[in-house]
């Protein structure tokens, strides 16, 4: 099945590669639906998200000839969807003036077991409601695997920033998951 799966990825791969609108189209449908849910967890405006994904599927299709298939498709979509998302953010000052004025806050440790205890979707659901500073570390740290070296750089923030709004995404959700009766203490 892989083997059948990785033929429909050339052939896809191939169309889009001589910018066949129908094989665009067919990958764009492919991928959205995920890439429009990981745009979500970087801002809480639709419309933003509806961009990032926009602009995303632009990069892809501008640089579907530098994709190797020495991984997935879908993580190799995702990535460029991801770094938009960073991109969209890095140029929006009034994101990282928010980074930076906030105060650092590690007096409230929360366990890492809490999150792996509860589902994606409600994680989803109060990382949504995160303050824009701390949801896009917390998507970097925890759902995109980034270390806080990464995320400083990529951010154009101090490590012990990046930390520090991680510590206060978990804080957050934590209260946030409390409230909505998901975990208790």
Same mark, same amino acid.
């Given at each position: 099945?892989s $083997?059948?799966k990785?033929?429909?990825?050339?052939e896809?791969?191939?169309?889009?590669?001589?910018?066949?609108?129908?094989?665009?189209?067919?990958l764009? $449908?492919?991928? /959205?639906?995920?890439?429009?849910?990981?745009?979500?967890?970087?801002t809480?405006?639709? !419309?933003? /998200?509806q961009?990032i994904? &926009?602009?995303?599927?632009?990069?892809v299709?501008?640089?579907?000839k530098?994709?190797?298939? *020495?991984?997935?498709?879908?993580?190799?979509?995702?990535?460029?969807?991801?770094?938009?998302?960073? !991109?969209?953010y890095?140029?929006?000052?009034?994101?990282l003036k928010l980074?930076?004025?906030? #105060?650092?806050?590690?007096?409230?440790e929360v366990?890492?077991?809490?999150f792996?205890?509860i589902?994606?979707?409600?994680?989803l659901?109060?990382v949504? $409601?995160?303050? *824009?500073?701390?949801r896009?570390v917390?998507?970097l740290y /925890?759902l *995109?695997?980034?270390?806080? &070296? *990464?995320i400083?750089? #990529?951010?154009?923030?101090?490590?012990?920033?990046?930390?520090? &709004?991680?510590?206060? /995404? #978990?804080?957050?959700?934590?209260?946030?998951?409390? !409230?909505?009766?998901?975990?208790?203490?």
């Amino acid at each position: 099945m892989s $083997k059948e799966k990785g033929s429909a990825d050339d052939e896809l791969i191939e169309g889009c590669l001589r910018k066949d609108r129908k094989y665009q189209e067919m990958l764009y $449908k492919r991928f /959205a639906p995920k890439m429009y849910a990981i745009c979500l967890s970087y801002t809480n405006d639709r !419309d933003s /998200a509806q961009d990032i994904l &926009q602009e995303g599927f632009i990069k892809v299709f501008e640089n579907i000839k530098t994709y190797n298939s *020495e991984g997935s498709l879908e993580g190799w979509v995702r990535r460029i969807v991801t770094n938009t998302a960073i !991109d969209f953010y890095r140029h929006n000052q009034r994101v990282l003036k928010l980074i930076q004025a906030e #105060k650092e806050n590690t007096d409230n440790e929360v366990s890492e077991s809490v999150f792996s205890k509860i589902g994606f979707d409600e994680i989803l659901i109060a990382v949504r $409601k995160l303050p *824009e500073g701390a949801r896009i570390v917390f998507n970097l740290y /925890a759902l *995109e695997g980034f270390t806080h &070296q *990464e995320i400083a750089d #990529k951010l154009n923030i101090s490590v012990g920033t990046s930390k520090s &709004q991680y510590s206060r /995404a #978990k804080s957050l959700l934590q209260k946030s998951l409390e !409230d909505m009766n998901i975990i208790t203490l």
